[in-house]
Antibody, heavy 120, light 106 residues
């Protein structure tokens, strides 16, 4: 069955960097578009970033553009989110999610999430 | 940015009752809308996509309707496991989510 497992979260200081990973299984990563979605504590869902199935198209929310980079390694079945210049408002659970139609659309599978806390 | 406004913020009902949740878009999004269910400590689960299509494995008591700017998620007869937070999401222009409706046991 489809599984997405995130890792890499933790407590970091403002201005620092962090890389999140999402190991996928049960499907072929290079045939699906993927996204990162975050949820601040006690808040709603916020879409963060998207990567096309072939990795050639990437999109970002305004709140993270220029600071976050989405990428993937199909040979390792892994999706990444490189985060830099972290701010307190980036504190959230970060979920990786698979797109239903292989474009930037709906999310039919989600990981369990990894918590990123940005605090001094 | 397309803003999705969900109502009510909280809905208090009893098992067996019918639940009607609303999602209104700030501009027309055709039928490019999904609904998700999220329980405490869990990831969201896709329920409905393209406004009215049930996702794989979703029980028939969940149904979606609407087009343009007004959408509804209906749960025909609430089961104990249905009490959760529900989010709508649009894909017409980028991706945005509604703020959520909390469905609680009365």
């Amino acid at each position: 069955q489809v599984q997405l497992v995130e890792s890499g979260g933790g407590v970091v200081q403002p201005g620092s960097s962090l890389r999140l990973s999402c190991v996928t299984s049960g499907f072929t990563l290079h045939t699906y578009a993927m996204d990162w979605v975050r949820q601040a504590p006690g808040k709603g869902l916020e879409w963060v970033a998207f990567i096309w199935y072939d990795g050639n198209k990437k999109k970002y929310a305004d709140s993270v553009r220029g600071r976050f980079t989405i990428s993937k390694d199909d040979s390792k079945n892994t999706l990444y989110l490189e985060m830099s210049s972290l701010r307190a408002e980036d504190t959230a659970v970060y979920y990786c999610a698979r797109d239903l139609y292989s474009s930037m659309d709906y999310f039919d599978s989600w990981g369990q999430g990894t918590l990123v806390t940005v605090s001094s | 940015e397309i803003v999705l406004t969900q109502s009510p913020g909280t809905l208090s009902l009893s098992p067996g009752e019918r639940a009607t949740l609303s999602c209104r878009a700030s501009q027309s999004i055709s039928t490019y809308l999904a609904w998700y269910q999220q329980k405490p400590g869990q990831a969201p689960r896709l329920l409905i996509y393209d406004a009215s299509n049930r996702a794989t494995g979703i029980p028939a008591r969940f149904s979606g309707s609407g087009s343009g700017t007004d959408f509804t998620l209906t749960i025909s007869s609430l089961e104990p496991e249905d009490f959760a937070i529900y989010y709508c999401q649009q894909r017409s222009s980028w991706i945005t989510f509604g703020q959520g409706t909390r469905l609680e046991i009365k």
